[in-house]
């Protein structure tokens, strides 16, 4: 069975840095691209980076471009996002999904961040 | 950025025939994709490359649709398909529509 357990959000303050990280069982975690989406409170899903399978390429949007930071460890399953210079609208459920061609086939439970002083 | 536009929400009885609708702002082949999310939990996979059924998902769902019209149709609505459905694209960067949030009557 495939799981997909984010932790590490939280509240924290603008301007400060929080790393989320995506532990995967049940698939062969390195064989897969590995995605963060977000979803702010009652509004839609917001794709926000992806890592290839060995993590030598990352791709980001723009509004969380030289902010964030994707990583893998596929030693230990996990994919990390660093994510620096938190903004308010940087709230969100953010969720870890296997990725499969080019559609997400698995979501974690998400993990709340709220950015808030 | 590839815009998918969806209607915000429907109404429905149970039995009924349902078909939400997401367009997209430019052409994105078949590469559209479909997933239902309910309240306070993840969204889940329901049909990939605009027409293929996820694995798991009743027969009751089905997808068509190329270039910038697609449509998931829902046959026959159960009570247990209260739920929002995102299409998504993966032509471009990947993006999502705003949801259709699906209600029975």
């Known amino acids: 069975e495939v799981q997909l357990v984010e932790t590490g959000g939280g509240l924290v303050q603008p301007g400060r840095s929080l790393k989320l990280s995506c532990v995967a069982s049940?698939?062969?975690?390195?064989?897969?691209?590995m995605y963060w989406i977000r979803q702010a409170p009652g509004k839609g899903l917001e794709w926000v980076s992806s890592i290839n399978t060995d993590g030598g390429s990352t791709y980001y949007p723009d509004s969380v471009k030289g902010r964030f930071t994707i990583s893998r460890d596929n030693a230990e399953n996990t994919v990390y996002l660093q994510m620096n210079s938190l903004r308010s609208e940087d709230t969100a459920t953010y969720y870890c999904?296997?990725?499969?061609?080019?559609?997400?086939?698995?979501w974690g439970q998400g993990v709340m961040v709220t950015v808030s002083s | 950025d590839t815009v998918l536009t969806q209607s915000p929400a429907l109404a429905v009885s149970p039995g009924e025939r349902v078909s939400i609708s997401c367009r997209a702002s430019e052409g994105v082949n078949s590469y559209m994709h479909w997933y239902q999310q309910k309240p306070g939990q993840q969204p889940k996979l329901l049909i990939y490359k605009a027409s293929n059924l996820a694995s798991g998902v009743p027969a009751r769902f089905s997808g068509s649709g190329s270039g910038t019209d697609f449509t998931l149709t829902i046959d026959p609505v159960e009570a247990d398909d209260t739920a929002t459905y995102f299409c998504q694209q993966s032509w471009n960067d990947p993006t999502f529509g705003g949801g259709t949030k699906l209600e029975l009557k």
């Open positions: 999904a296997k990725g499969y061609g080019s559609y997400f086939d698995y």
């Open positions: 049940g698939f062969t975690f390195s064989s897969y691209w």
